[in-house]
């Protein structure tokens, strides 16, 4: 009786984790937003936060697209390149169609369709001719890097005063990256209730399952990786509006980082598990470590190191605590 009395904490509390795997990403979020209040309370203020999501939004995007890889137990290297192509892409084009609203309308449809574009190279290379993933979008990465470079050679190239002044406006003294943020989430809300991402999941969990069972597997990881470019896409779309430049390495050191946001979040490398609430709140965490970083007057040499360390101990933490959670 004892035994059977004791064993029902945990087991609610491993049926919470599994519905709930971003828990232990909240908490350390939460940790160090106060840290972060304690350090510089002004990072707190509207104005503070606002930064921080204006700043951060692109990673988060970055590490959602990567989650629907993840998803189906695949990886993306490439989509820190797949930003960096977009990015130059639509400054070029909206350089040299000018920057009427028409125009940068006609620029985002564009970068949409490069980012599409480029995830379903992936998704080709990596599912239907059965590369390495990690080989193959690394691969593509220097080659979507190359394009990049071709496109716009020298970073620098500004964007247009009505792209910039828009991403970092206001609206009904509301600012624009609160209801870009807001559009994203409900996008994101409807997406992971679609077939595609409950199939990426089961591809995730057991592909030969999934396969026997009729599912299409090829075509589900290619649609894996297509939104990641889309998301990629999106993500360059803010770096612009953010920078109101071009760079053709932007999104060079952005990949990594994304995936460290995937794993801090709780999703699974291996597949079949995981939410892109946690891969968020993963890119935010990220984004407060580099803040609350700079707070405590880190010296500039130490920087890089510390923000490393942090996040790997944050890695650490949250993998052990989902561990544990769900043993």
Known sequence: MTAVVATKPAGRLKRVFERYPFLPALVIFIVLLALNGVFSPASLSARGLTGLLSTYLALMLLAVGQTFVVYASDIDFSNGAILS???????????????????????????????????????I??????????????????????????????????????????????????PFVVFAALAIALI????????????????????????????????????????????????????????????????????????????????????????????????????LINALVYFVGTPSQWQNLVQGLVILIALMLGIMVSRRARA
């Open 125 to 174: 290379v990596v599912a239907a001719l059965r590369l390495q993933a990690v080989v193959a979008t690394f691969a593509t990465s220097i080659f979507f890097t190359g394009l990049a470079l071709y496109v716009l050679p020298v970073a620098g190239t500004p964007a247009p005063r009505l792209f910039w002044r828009t991403y970092g406006g206001r609206f009904f003294e509301i």
């Open 85 to 123: 192509l977009v990015n130059v892409v639509i400054i070029v084009f909206m350089e040299q169609m000018g920057g009427s609203g028409l125009t940068v309308t006609m620029a985002l449809a564009v970068g949409i369709g490069v980012g599409l574009a480029c995830g379903l190279v992936n998704g």
């Open 188 to 287: 994101v809300y409807l997406l992971v209730r679609t077939r595609l991402v409950t199939r990426l999941l089961a591809v995730g969990d057991d592909a030969q399952a999934a396969y026997q069972s009729g599912l299409p597997v090829t075509l589900i990881r290619i649609g894996g990786y297509a939104l990641s470019g889309v998301f990629a896409a999106l993500a360059a779309f803010c770096v612009t509006g953010d920078t109101a430049s071009g760079d053709p390495l932007v999104g060079a050191k952005m990949t990594l980082f994304g995936v460290a946001a995937v794993v801090l979040g709780g999703t699974a490398l291996s597949g079949g598990f995981g939410t892109v609430v946690g891969s968020a709140l993963g890119a935010f965490i990220i984004g």
